[in-house]
């Protein structure tokens, strides 16, 4: 069954996956993923069939932004959220740090914002879309950043190796 976890960029999703699934993951040692489960995060270089096609042919987890997509498959759609609005200056933040400029100007567009203002205006957005856009199935990642975090994780997702997930989360918790 094809399981898609939906977030906006700087939220986690992508240790997320990388705790679920060893097949995501290229090295631990630095952390990085595989490309093939995140392909969909680029949701507008893809056509509808494209989509439909990319979701029904794929087993397992994978990560979208897409949320007009997500909303026709709700039912196989995990959301992440944070209920501590606090740290969403702290995902906003991840965003602008872990994406190249060049992949994320038309956020910038999209948000009507400049360099100065993009954290605070990023985090809004967030803000906005976690209380607009309200799934089924949702996942508190307001404790990503503490080691009992794989114990929420384990609570909400089928977590098939829990010492992987333990090992991928504290080697993500070093270089964060």
């Known amino acids: 069954m094809h399981r898609v976890i939906?977030?906006?960029?700087?939220?986690?999703?992508?240790i997320i996956l990388s705790m679920l699934d060893k097949n995501y993951v290229k090295s631990v040692y630095p952390l990085k993923q595989?490309?093939?489960?995140?392909?969909m995060k680029k949701f507008y270089n893809f056509s509808m069939q494209q989509k439909d096609n990319y979701y029904r042919?794929?087993?397992?987890?994978?990560?979208?932004?897409?949320?007009?997509?997500?909303?026709t498959i709700e039912d196989n759609v995990i959301q992440l959220h944070c209920s501590d609005v606090e740290?969403?200056?702290?995902?906003?933040q991840r965003f602008w740090i872990k994406n190249p400029?060049?992949?994320?100007?038309?956020?910038?567009q999209d948000l009507?914002?400049?360099?100065?203002?993009?954290?605070?205006?990023y985090k809004h957005d967030i803000?906005?879309?976690?209380?607009?856009?309200?799934?089924?199935?949702?996942?508190?990642?307001?404790n990503v950043?503490?080691?009992?975090?794989?114990?929420?994780?384990?609570?909400?997702f089928e977590i098939a190796d829990v010492q992987w997930a333990t090992t991928v989360h504290e080697q993500w918790l070093s270089t964060e």
């Open 87 to 92: 740290m969403l200056d702290i995902f906003s």
């Open 57 to 71: 042919y794929t087993q397992g987890y994978t990560l979208s932004h897409d949320t007009d997509y997500c909303k």
């Open 101 to 108: 400029e060049h992949s994320v100007k038309h956020v910038v």
């Open 127 to 142: 803000e906005l879309w976690q209380g607009f856009h309200i799934f089924k199935k949702r996942f508190d990642i307001k």
């Open 6 to 14: 939906l977030f906006r960029g700087g939220m986690c999703g992508d």
């Open 112 to 121: 009507n914002s400049d360099h100065n203002n993009r954290i605070k205006d």
């Open 145 to 156: 950043f503490k080691k009992h975090f794989v114990d929420d994780v384990r609570k909400h």
């Open 34 to 39: 595989k490309d093939d489960r995140w392909v």
